[in-house]
């Protein structure tokens, strides 16, 4: 009944905002990065929404071992986690002990969050942050049609052998919330032009919208680039990401972009379909993909 209640009053909040929204501009990623060239290096990164709850053999507990098999056998540099709860934090220290995390819950002490991880050896951490998919980014709140607070999380890395440098940001946006995702689409872009504008961007995330939709126009439309779409190498790219347990298909909502002005190329993506014995790790696929690039030395960085 509650639910119900909470879908009527998000429906009116839409139907409003249909007659009185107007989007937020995005800002256009960097097309042609400024300084010298400096480091080309091969980054490899995940996605995976880790499905916060279940029960017996889907129950995180159950399910985080088959989670740690898969982060292993891509070894990426980073990754970002969605629906990562209190339990998913305890239990991915010992699914991935090589890996440290930053981001902060949706609801800022507590709730789901979409954490950044990264190789803690082989990474120094730059810079990070959390910030909230709305008007007033800074303070933990959600976009009136969302049915929750919505986060992005992001880290910039550099590698302590290298120098390298690249930010990683993640996300989830509101599975109900159409205007929720047009604006985050605003929020994402300003961010990065804030914090990195002159350093290779991967934005990961589970997004709750669909290929050919205007929500995704509007990401395409800061400037990204769709791995799925331009790797040389596509392994299952064209499965269904969200499966529910191998009951959906045709649902690819999770994506992994980047700023194609610091890209040499992106070598792999993949749709990792692994199932153990009958269990599947979570009611979504893990994706990764592989990618050379290219940073830039300038006085900022």
């Known amino acids: 009944m509650f639910d119900k209640i909470i879908i009527a009053i998000l429906s009116a909040v839409t139907a409003l905002l249909s007659v009185v929204y107007v989007p937020s501009n995005v800002t256009p990623l960097t097309r042609e990065p400024a300084g010298t060239p400096g480091v080309q290096q091969e980054v490899t990164v995940m996605s995976y929404n880790l499905r916060c709850t279940g029960s017996d053999e889907q129950a995180p507990a159950a399910r985080a071992p088959l989670v740690a098999q898969d982060i292993a056998r891509y070894a990426p540099d980073s990754f970002g986690a969605q629906e990562c709860t209190a339990e998913w934090f305890d239990l991915l220290e010992d699914a991935a002990p090589a890996y440290a995390h930053v981001g902060a819950p949706r609801y800022l002490f507590f709730g789901e969050a979409s954490p950044v991880y990264y190789l803690k050896d082989k990474f120094d951490l730059v810079d990070s942050g959390t910030f909230w998919l709305t008007l007033t980014p800074s303070i933990p709140s959600r976009f009136p049609d969302a049915q929750f607070n ?152």
């Open 150 to 301: 919505r986060v992005c999380t992001y880290a910039v890395l550099r590698d302590k052998a290298t120098g390298f440098t690249y930010a990683h940001f993640n996300t989830h946006l509101d599975h109900r919330g159409y205007y929720a995702r047009m604006e985050a689409a605003a929020v994402i872009s300003e961010k990065i032009a804030a914090v990195c504008p002159d350093l290779p961007v991967i934005l990961t995330g589970d997004l709750n919208l669909r290929e050919g939709t205007e929500e995704a126009a509007r990401f395409l439309s800061i400037g990204f680039e769709n791995v799925r779409v331009t790797a040389a190498e596509r392994e299952n790219a064209d499965a269904s990401t969200y499966h529910n347990y191998g009951s959906v298909e045709n649902e690819i909502i999770d994506f992994i972009f980047t700023n194609p002005a610091f890209l040499v190329e992106a070598e792999r993506y993949v749709t990792d379909l692994s199932c153990y014995d009958g269990i599947y790790p979570s009611d979504h696929h893990p994706i990764a993909a592989t990618m050379i690039l290219q940073d830039y030395e300038t006085e900022a960085n």
